[in-house]
């Protein structure tokens, strides 16, 4: 499209658009974090998020998604890596992929009767000599659970790094004398360590703003950041306080995608 | 190494088993007569019959349809509208503040994108329904659209453009015969992602759908919490054989566009 002469009207309704649904949206969510629920503009919200409870809060939030993030990992990296060992990789990938599409609440719901005290994980425990255990409404369930439904979310950015791993170097590597630990630590990882970055992300942030799984499978022992935005807005309508955390949390993702990011997000290539 | 390799299958197949498990769990018991989902009792389709005479929640399914259709239209159109004046800007520093814009909503959480819509619509003064949650449903697919057609638009080559213009083509020939038949299988990849993120979407609607209007998640989301029971795993059960459907069909056509396209050359 180089070469036609005029001007770009593509981006007149495209402008409106961002101007409408991405600034504006934004520009409110600060705005509105000054004010009170009597519509008084104030710094109170701030002071309090720097309060005791709403510190520990974001915490125990901070807890929870890197606990989560850091069991995806576990889980995603060596499955994706025997997947691209795989003959019909393509085919098991898309198998893999598959249960993402399937409606998250439903999976969550699952897991209702999963973890239930007549459930098949009690009745598996109690025959291999456990006993009964309450396993929902507790930490365990809500890190299990999001960690079940993330884990596509991890494996395929990692997947696309392996995928694009040039295997002379790990036949280099092994010709060298290093061990398959060795070969793994010091070449393979460090060179999809960009797709780890981008599974990490696509991970942490989101669970850092899961309110309908701690509600669902945690019985809202878990409090996360995304919890406290939706009580705010929804049952006490103090949106002020709400979007007082919901500006914490734009800064805390602008801050994580900086780190693990870089520009990437942003720049084209 | 076979010993390496048969540890890895055995891993591979449990994790296989474990993302599927709780699906196949929803859908067996769905026959249960029992009403629970502790014990399975016996077989029956009462469940089903109750899903289908259920006409508020086959109104909520309609209009969940309803939604994702047309957010799905009208979001593509202003994805690829996007995508062609991202292209088309030359100045590197415009062009990444403009993609930087895109990905905002592709980043943000959930939470946020319903927290701040619903801000906007009482601004505005939109009424929670329909209208906002199709407003939002457009708001937060025209970005995935824009990322789906931009590649396509920067791996073709500017000859063919050119060739069209000085075989006297008008802008207008240039970007219906030219660009957009180019383009076409990063739009239909857009489209039916943009589909897809509105049938699943459930946090966004939950913040701006009001009291009248639901959509499937959110009445999941709101039986869900009122405790098990089996009408969910029923309807669960035949969304994931149309969600099946739907990935298995988009899958082929992919298939046969992909060929197409490598036919002529």
Avoid at chain 2, 3 to 29: C, D, E, H, N, W
Avoid at chain 2, 115 to 125: N, R, V
Wanted: proline content about 3%; charged content about 10%; some cysteine.
């Amino acid at each position: 499209m180089r070469n036609i002469s005029g001007k770009n009207i593509y981006l007149i309704p495209y402008a409106i658009y961002i101007l409408l649904f991405v600034v504006a949206p934004i520009a409110l969510v600060f705005y509105y974090s000054f004010f009170d629920m009597n519509q008084q503009f104030t710094i109170a919200n701030y002071e309090k998020f720097f309060t005791a409870t709403y510190l520990k809060m974001t915490l125990s939030s901070f807890w929870y998604a890197a606990l989560i993030t850091f069991f995806s990992l576990l889980v995603a990296y060596p499955a994706a890596y025997l997947i691209t060992k795989l003959k019909h990789r393509q085919l098991w990938l898309l198998l893999i992929i598959l249960p993402s599409w399937i409606n998250l609440l439903l999976k969550a719901y699952a897991f209702l009767g999963i973890f239930g005290t007549n459930g098949p994980t009690n009745a598996f425990l109690e025959t291999i000599g456990i006993g009964q255990q309450q396993l929902l409404f507790t930490d365990f369930s809500f890190v299990f659970v999001s960690v079940y439904i993330f884990i596509p979310f991890m494996l395929l950015p990692i997947y696309n790094a392996l995928e694009k791993l040039n295997p002379s170097f790990v036949y280099a590597s092994l010709d060298l004398g290093a061990s398959p630990w060795t070969t793994f630590k010091r070449v393979v990882f460090p060179l999809t360590i960009d797709g780890v970055k981008a599974g990490c992300l696509a991970v942490f942030i989101p669970s850092l703003s899961l309110f309908m799984i701690t509600r669902l499978i945690a019985g809202n022992r878990v409090i996360t950041l995304g919890t406290a935005i939706e009580q705010h807005f929804l049952v006490t309508q103090d949106w002020g306080m709400g979007s007082t955390i919901a500006v914490f949390l734009v800064i805390i993702m602008a801050i994580m995608m900086f780190v693990l990011g870089g520009q990437k997000v942003g720049a084209s290539k | 190494m076979t010993k390496i390799r048969s540890v890895g299958k055995v891993y591979l197949t449990a994790v296989f088993l474990i993302l599927y498990a709780p699906i196949v769990y929803l859908m067996i018991f769905s026959f249960n007569s029992g009403g629970n989902m502790a014990s399975f009792d016996g077989f029956t389709f009462d469940y089903y019959k109750e899903v289908f005479a259920d006409t508020r929640l086959l109104i909520i399914v309609l209009n969940t349809l309803v939604i994702a259709l047309l957010s799905a239209v009208i979001s593509t159109i202003l994805g690829v509208f996007g995508a062609l004046a991202i292209d088309y800007v030359r100045r590197k520093r415009v062009k990444n503040s403009l993609l930087a814009l895109n990905n905002v909503l592709i980043v943000s959480p959930d939470v946020i994108i319903g927290a701040s819509f619903l801000i906007l619509f009482t601004i505005l003064g939109i009424r929670l329904g329909f209208t906002s949650v199709l407003l939002s449903h457009i708001a937060f697919s025209v970005p995935i659209v824009v990322i789906m057609v931009l590649p396509k638009l920067q791996e073709m080559s500017s000859t063919l453009v050119d060739a069209a213009l000085d075989l006297g083509a008008s802008r207008w020939d240039v970007l219906s015969k030219v660009v957009l038949p180019y383009i076409t299988p990063g739009i239909f990849a857009g489209f039916f992602l943009a589909l897809t993120y509105s049938l699943d979407d459930f946090a966004v609607t939950f913040f701006v759908t009001g009291n009248g209007f639901t959509t499937l998640s959110v009445e999941i989301y709101s039986m869900a919490r009122r405790g098990i029971s089996l009408n969910i795993n029923a309807l669960s059960t035949l969304l994931f054989i149309f969600t099946l459907l739907l990935v298995l069909g988009y899958y082929f056509l992919n298939q046969r566009t992909r060929k197409g396209l490598e036919v002529p050359k």
